[in-house]
């Protein structure tokens, strides 16, 4: 009796520290979610979704826009929901990003136990990183989600190795992570890599595993053909020429992007090495250790491939894109948590863990980190009257061939997103204006 009790006092105590967890990420996600301004990028993608668009504007415009649809889409019919403001577009990706969260706790017990799980929600409910793009109105929560779901029903198909129905939702969270981005690829790449080394490594179950796979990767491949049509345009026709070629300056921002707090930085390289540690050392101990093989092998195939593509063909290396990662990330570190024997010293760990994501948290939440579009917005609104309002980076030859913009400035259509009654000028007319000596006496020159 006395074991009984102790067993639900525990589940009792586990259930509630995951709920916590959940309320605690929900609330960060969704605290100061339109305190700061939208950024360019914000702009034009929720612009896209706008509830006057059809379904059709919307899957084209955004392809035109070299991106995959699915959160356009998503997004689409979110806002057809409650409505065109900053709030309905971030709202969606805190959400999600929310959501996440829960997911990676079910990939960490599913790897190892629900410990390892408790451990890498708590990293990852507390990150600003992922906390950034939670209040973030692009696709990268819904990446992240996708990539964490999409890996959680690989992993159960591995684990039962046999014919079952968890194969049927990881074709179609695999599906609709790559129509999230093209990065989407990239965690489809890891996957096959890491059936290879399920193959190698389990030769008893070679047959089943490479019968569900193949039929796995035939149908996802047929319902990303139209995509990977697209994504070759992009690619021949330097879609992605303004990103610039990584080098070690972009790797050492990108661990510092992770945290924002150098503490963190340090340490959680090294309890990530000595999860991925605990894993080799446990290599010829434990009959389960190939999921979490297969989730180093992921973690180090989901840099390697982007970082060599882009060092010898195009670079594709974008710091934000690397969300994919995230998931593995938190799950290696919580590893490497739970593999600290002493009790006493994994509460120590913990709690500096807390601590330090909470400094984060207040540097990212307090300190403006997008261009601040709606406070220029505001200024030249309430100060103009009459007076002309021109955007360098707006001007009639783009007009030409210009798909998204419908002929609007950026600004004009974050001033439609918040309501306000402002009509922006090209740049090239100012200079008209300035050569035909017929200048106006006041103006407003504004960019991003």
């Not at 668009?53 to 649809?69: C, G, R, S």
């Not at 510092?256 to 999860?275: A, E, Q, W």
């Not at 990662?325 to 913990?350: D, E, F, H, N, T």
């Amino acid at each position: 009796m006395n074991a009984f009790h102790k067993l639900i006092n525990k589940d009792l105590k586990h259930n509630f520290s995951f709920s916590l967890l959940i309320l605690i990420a929900g609330v960060m996600r969704f605290n100061g979610l339109t305190r700061q301004s939208y950024w360019w990028d914000e702009v034009l993608k929720f612009s896209l979704s706008a509830p006057q668009n059809d379904l059709y504007a919307v899957i084209k415009q955004t392809l035109d826009a070299a991106h995959p649809f699915a959160w356009n889409v998503l997004l689409w019919g979110w806002v057809k929901i409650i409505g065109y403001t900053e709030f309905s577009g971030r709202s969606m990706s805190a959400i999600l990003g929310t959501i996440g969260i829960i997911c990676v706790y079910f990939l960490g017990k599913e790897l190892v136990d629900k410990q390892t799980g408790i451990y890498a929600s708590l990293i990852a409910s507390l990150n600003a990183f992922l906390i950034q793009f939670s209040q973030d109105t692009t696709s990268y929560s819904l990446l992240f989600l996708m990539t964490t779901i999409s890996y959680l029903f690989f992993f159960k198909v591995i684990k039962k190795a046999k014919v079952c129905y968890e194969i049927i939702p990881y074709i179609i969270f695999s599906i609709i992570l790559c129509y999230t981005h093209y990065y989407g690829f990239m965690i489809i790449f890891t996957q096959f890599i890491n059936i290879l080394i399920y193959l190698y490594m389990k030769p008893d179950n070679r047959k089943i595993i490479t019968s569900l796979f193949l039929t796995a990767f035939l149908v996802i491949t047929i319902f990303l053909f139209p995509l990977v049509t697209y994504l070759k345009e992009v690619i021949f026709s330097d879609g992605f020429n303004w990103i610039p070629k990584p080098n070690l300056i972009f790797f050492i921002y990108l661990i510092h992007s992770y945290t924002k707090v150098i503490v963190l930085d340090i340490m959680y390289v090294i309890l990530l090495s000595y999860g991925i540690y605990s894993i080799i050392r446990n290599l010829k101990q434990n009959d389960q250790v190939y999921p979490m093989i297969a989730l180093v092998a992921w973690l180090f195939a989901g840099y390697v491939f982007p970082l060599l593509y882009s060092l010898l063909v195009s670079p594709v290396l974008i710091q934000r894109a690397t969300i994919i990662q995230m998931p593995a990330i938190v799950v290696l570190i919580a590893i490497g948590i739970s593999s600290v024997p002493i009790k006493y010293v994994r509460s120590i760990l913990l709690s500096i863990i807390v601590i330090f994501s909470f400094h984060a948290y207040k540097k990212y939440f307090f300190v403006p980190q997008k261009e601040q579009m709606r406070e220029v917005l505001y200024t030249v609104y309430d100060r103009s009257e009459s007076i002309p309002i021109y955007d360098v980076w707006y001007r009639r030859e783009y007009l030409l061939d210009d798909k998204l913009h419908n002929d609007e400035s950026l600004f004009t259509l974050y001033a439609k997103i918040l309501d306000l009654d402002i009509k922006i000028l090209p740049f090239d007319l100012l200079e008209e204006q300035y050569v035909s000596n017929n200048m106006p006496n006041k103006f407003w020159v504004i960019e991003t």
